[in-house]
T-cell receptor
Framework: SAVISQKPSRDICQRGTSLTIQCQVDSQVTMMFWYRQQPGQSLTLIATANQGSEATYESGFVIDKFPISRPNLTFSTLTVSNMSPEDSSIYLC????????????FGSGTRLTVV | AQSVTQLGSHVSVSEGALVLLRCNYSSSVPPYLFWYVQYPNQGLQLLLKYTTGATLVKGINGFEAEFKKSETSFHLTKPSAHMSDAAEYFCAVSAPGGTSYGKLTFGQGTILTVHP
């Protein structure tokens, strides 16, 4: 399975600021996904990021708040913009390689606290 | 649309006892089904998956799950719990194709506690 390096692992940010989370994969992958895990809750898909095209956002998530870049087949960033305490969550990237039947690999997550 | 229901947000067992974590799904197409485990302050690790073929699938750490189409279930079991199994477990479903391809829908999670 793919190995994912996600940075930063955690951060404490002031409200109104922005944080960019990086996801680096050790091999080329077509599809990358960004999830949010709010405190004590399950994971919710934010968006799908394919190289060479605009990210596709799920209902309730917008590009202005969560801009995503996907410059190549091994890297993606998610920015959490104009943060508020409600954005305090764990953000995880995930990749699929070789088809969905191989499962999805997750990064170790970025634990964000907004104060 | 897909959905996943995990029955029981908390399950507590004694060390050596059977572990049973329940998962029911709803999907308009034959789904792919997954179980993930999350240890404290860590990401998600794939335990096992069902895509096609044999309905009883074996995963890591002695876990297995059985896909029962008639019951729309994918319950996770382990014959004998270890202290190291204490974690949060997530059942997830994805579509094998179409517009939802690649998108995982997760259940609410079940926290497993193992008592000595």
């Amino acid at each position: 399975s793919a190995v994912i390096s996600q940075k930063p692992s955690r951060d404490i940010c002031q409200r109104g600021t922005s944080l960019t989370i990086q996801c680096q994969v050790d091999s080329q992958v077509t599809m990358m996904f960004w999830y949010r895990q709010q405190p004590g809750q399950s994971l919710t898909l934010i968006a799908t990021a394919n190289q060479g095209s605009e990210a596709t956002y799920e209902s309730g998530f917008v590009i202005d708040k969560f801009p995503i870049s996907r410059p190549n087949l091994t890297f993606s960033t998610l920015t959490v913009s104009n943060m508020s305490p409600e954005d305090s969550s764990i953000y995880l990237c995930s990749v699929e390689r070789g088809g969905a039947s191989y499962g999805y690999t997750f990064g170790s997550g970025t634990r964000l606290t907004v104060v | 649309a897909q959905s996943v229901t995990q029955l029981g947000s908390h399950v507590s067992v004694s060390e050596g006892a059977l572990v049973l974590l329940r998962c029911n799904y709803s999907s308009s197409v034959p789904p792919y089904l997954f179980w993930y485990v999350q240890y404290p302050n860590q990401g998600l690790q794939l335990l096992l998956k069902y895509t096609t073929g044999a309905t009883l699938v074996k995963g890591i750490n002695g876990f297995e799950a059985e896909f029962k189409k008639s019951e729309t279930s994918f319950h996770l079991t382990k014959p004998s719990a270890h202290m190291s199994d204490a974690a949060e477990y997530f059942c997830a479903v994805s579509a094998p194709g179409g517009t939802s391809y690649g998108k995982l829908t997760f259940g609410q999670g079940t926290i497993l506690t193992v008592h000595p």
